[in-house]
């Protein structure tokens, strides 16, 4: 038996990289409650600091060891302070983490981290399988506390794609949809502790294919219909989507379901058939800018944004002109662009790199071009009338912060305002990274 007489102990989580780790820390914060854990924003006052890691780059990765350095003196000063690896580092480093930091207790993957609570209660260890069984079924349940509005639901984990560059198929290992049922479940639990904006998150999220509630199977966009059923939810969103797992039933969904909101991230990657053939994407330029036409006939407001790697191997002056090419045909929101970084263990890691100073300034290039296409975005919202969720008061003083149906963060003077409120805003202002409004009339 677990004793919860004494005072409670403090854990302190540290996330990296995707939303999926943030949603996992979340759910590991909830295991170690059912442990007397509760959570503190204050590392030097924690009995167990929990690093909740990033693989995808090796920036990402190098993180971990420089937080771990600097957690050394605060365990010299504490023995007892427990430090604990958890997400796609500890699956694909398992115990070389402790071989290089022996100040580490355990170490644990993103498909076992039900087991934290008894890993603790051992004392520590390392445990980076992948169980047969579902760890969601396997964590103690969440009390029934309160919820921001917005939250995220894994509904999909892992990856068979196998895009050369990337370890998520390693890390996360391969792609398991979970019930609907469980699903739908998970979501109602939510609405009830006061969310109303779930966004469902998976690898390959739109390639979900799971059992349905009655037998049989659902795909995406029926899982996406059945959860917009659910009273007193009112927006739905989900990431991260393969341009290749984009279903007919999920472009419709875009067109009849209001619920669902207009923004949708379709990482491409490249602009460039020759490289995305290296990447082994499996789709070509043309057949992602007929998709993105199909989508837009659905849903022609919608925000698209997208995910970029530069400076992949074997990448020319063409190649690189022909990714800038495709983003001017597009037009996104907003997108993310990265330079290409070799990962252990991937089919690309042993390509030849291209010249570093040159994948630089291509970087920037693109930057720069995504960064104009978000500023006219943007501004294009300013005079329109839009949905806001406010998700935290703001600065200053009578403000509220929340997201539009597209995903801007909108600040707007509401004193009488709460969060979690679903408000109409007109949108008067646009600053670098978030939008104005001014509050309507209900
Ligand atoms: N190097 C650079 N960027 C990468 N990504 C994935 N793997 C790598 C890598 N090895 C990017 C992709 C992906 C996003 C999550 O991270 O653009 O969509
Ligand atoms: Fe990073 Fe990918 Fe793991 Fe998310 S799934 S934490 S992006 S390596």
Redesign the pocket.
């Given at each position: 038996m677990t004793d919860h007489s004494a005072a409670p102990k403090k854990l302190f989580i540290k996330t990296y990289g995707?939303q999926m780790n943030v949603y996992d820390s979340q759910r590991m914060a909830e295991a170690m409650g059912s442990e007397g854990y509760v959570l503190t924003e204050n590392q030097a006052e924690a009995d167990m600091v929990l690093l909740n890691t990033c693989h995808?780059?090796e920036k990402a990765a190098e993180k971990l060891y420089s937080d771990l350095g600097r957690l050394k003196p605060l365990k010299a000063e504490r023995p007892d302070l427990k430090i604990g690896v958890a997400g796609c580092v500890a699956q694909a480093e398992g115990e070389e983490i402790q071989r290089r930091m022996p100040l580490v207790d355990l170490v644990v993957g993103p498909q076992a981290y039900h087991r934290l609570p008894a890993m603790v209660r051992a004392g520590g260890g390392v445990d980076t399988e992948f169980p047969t069984e579902d760890k969601f079924e396997h964590l103690p349940k969440a009390a029934a506390t309160r919820r921001a509005p917005a939250a995220f639901l894994t509904v999909q984990e892992g990856c068979d794609k196998f895009c050369a560059?990337?370890?998520v198929p390693y890390t996360r290992g391969a792609e398991v949809s979970r019930p609907a049922s469980r699903i739908l479940s998970e979501a109602r639990d939510l609405v009830s502790r006061g969310v109303r904006e779930i966004t469902l998150l998976g690898q390959n999220v739109n390639g979900w294919h799971g059992e349905a509630p009655q037998g049989g199977e659902w795909g995406f966009g029926r899982l996406i219909r059945a959860i917009a059923e659910i009273d007193g939810l009112d927006r739905i969103r989900y990431t991260?989507s393969h341009p290749n797992d984009m279903a007919d039933d999920l472009i419709d969904a875009h067109r009849d379901e209001p619920k669902l909101m207009p923004y949708l991230h379709l990482?491409v990657?490249s602009g460039s058939n020759r490289i995305l053939k290296a990447m082994n994407r499996k789709h070509t330029v043309a057949e992602y800018l007929r998709l993105i036409e199909r989508i837009r006939e659905a849903r022609p407001d919608i925000l698209l944004t997208s995910?970029?790697?530069v400076g992949f191997p074997g990448e020319t002056d063409q190649d690189h002109a022909d990714t800038l090419d495709l983003v001017r045909r597009v037009g996104f929101g907003t997108a993310?662009s990265?330079?290409?970084?070799?990962?252990p263990g991937?089919p690309a890691y042993d390509r030849p790199l291209i010249d570093d100073a040159v994948a630089d300034a291509r970087l920037q290039e693109l930057q720069a071009l995504l960064s104009a296409q978000q500023k006219a975005a943007q501004e294009s919202m300013v005079g329109r009338e839009l949905s806001v969720l406010f998700e935290k008061p703001g600065r200053l003083e009578g403000q509220m912060v929340g997201k539009s149906d597209y995903l801007h963060a909108v600040f707007v003077a509401a004193p009488q305002a709460r969060v979690g409120d679903l408000v109409r805003v007109r949108i008067t202002h646009s600053a670098p990274n978030s939008l104005a409004g001014e509050l309507l009339a209900a």
């Open positions: 995707c995808i780059r560059f990337c370890v991260t990482p990657q995910d970029f790697i993310f990265f330079k290409y970084s070799p990962r991937t």
